[in-house]
């Protein structure tokens, strides 16, 4: 019986029991699903028999056990060291193993010639935000449609689901560049509390000024989608380009006389300027993600 047809909980395995698979057996298990566990670690998996999981003694114990399969592993390296030599035959395989666009593709092709549905998930929480309820967890899922659709109940107990299309290297797509942004942001954060360390400023009052100027410049990415879907950098322009190097220049001589590195500024300030260079001084700064495309002028 499918999620959807079901009233009972579906039993299901979880390969991989650190502490995101741990969070996902637990919250799983708190709803009512049987589920059974492995982990190339044992005292891992043994540790959440306590909690009701069924330890199995080898991954391919474990497969067996279930018609849905999740891994949760170190790398893509392992998920296939796991399942090296198991029959996957029928099986539903959802890979929550943090990869890559390719990897996630060659899986999903790896997956089915054994005989499996599959589906990527890029999960977008910590362990501790896992199964509390509005938590603001949640996954994206690529692959399967008809795995989803199944599922996707079951999917969803632990944290949100988003399914994000076929191609199964959509999930990780998604996932990195999302943590790609943040880390961006995470630098910007790590250069504003450096320039105010040597002067008598509490970062704990600065602090919920750096959140609030974050949470209001982060709305410019609904502008910078259309002005990419549209090819006009110049759309409803508020300060182009030419300005904003001019005002990098403030903010690298600034760090300068704080005595700060200017490591993380630079290689941004230096795209922009390229941009400029090549005659868009009017535009948006949106344009620079041109240069970032390696495929660029390659076809000359």
């Known amino acids: ?53 069924t330890v199995a003694a080898s991954a391919a114990e474990a497969v067996a056990a279930n018609r849905l399969v999740i891994a949760c592993l170190l790398d893509d390296a392992s998920v296939g060291e796991a399942l090296d030599g198991t029959d996957l035959t029928g099986r539903d395989l959802v890979n929550l193993t943090t990869g890559t666009p390719a990897e996630g593709r060659a899986r999903a092709t790896w997956a089915q010639e054994r005989g499996a549905r599959f589906l990527a998930g890029g999960i977008m929480a910590v362990p501790p935000m896992i199964g509390g309820p509005g938590s603001g967890a949640y996954v994206f899922y690529s692959g399967s449609p008809a795995l989803f659709e199944e599922h996707g109940t079951t999917l969803a107990v632990p944290a949100g689901t988003r ?33 105010i360390r040597p002067e008598d400023i509490a970062p704990k009052d600065f602090a919920p ?78 344009g620079a993600v041109e240069l970032l495309d390696l495929r660029r002028g390659a076809a000359g």
Do not use: C
């Open 1 to 53: 019986m499918t999620d959807k047809t079901s009233t009972a909980p579906i039993p299901l395995t979880v390969l991989g029991t650190g502490a995101m698979g741990a969070a996902l057996v637990r919250a799983w298990l708190a709803a009512g699903h049987p589920v059974t566990v492995w982990n190339r670690t044992p005292a891992r998996a043994e540790a959440l028999a306590a909690d009701g999981a």
């Open 163 to 195: 399914y994000v299309g076929e191609d199964a290297g959509f999930a990780a797509l998604y996932d990195v560049a999302l943590l790609s942004a943040m880390s961006g942001m995470f630098a910007g954060i790590a250069h504003a509390f450096a320039l």
């Open 209 to 286: 000024l750096l959140v609030s100027w974050l949470g209001a410049m982060s709305g410019s990415a609904h502008l910078a989608a259309e002005q990419l879907e549209s090819g006009d950098y110049g759309k409803d322009v508020v300060s182009n380009l030419a300005m904003q190097v001019a005002g990098n220049a403030t903010l690298l001589r600034t760090a300068e006389e704080q005595g700060v590195s200017a490591e993380l500024l630079r290689p941004y300030a230096a795209l922009l300027e390229r941009w400029l260079a090549e005659g868009h001084g009017e535009e948006d700064t949106t």
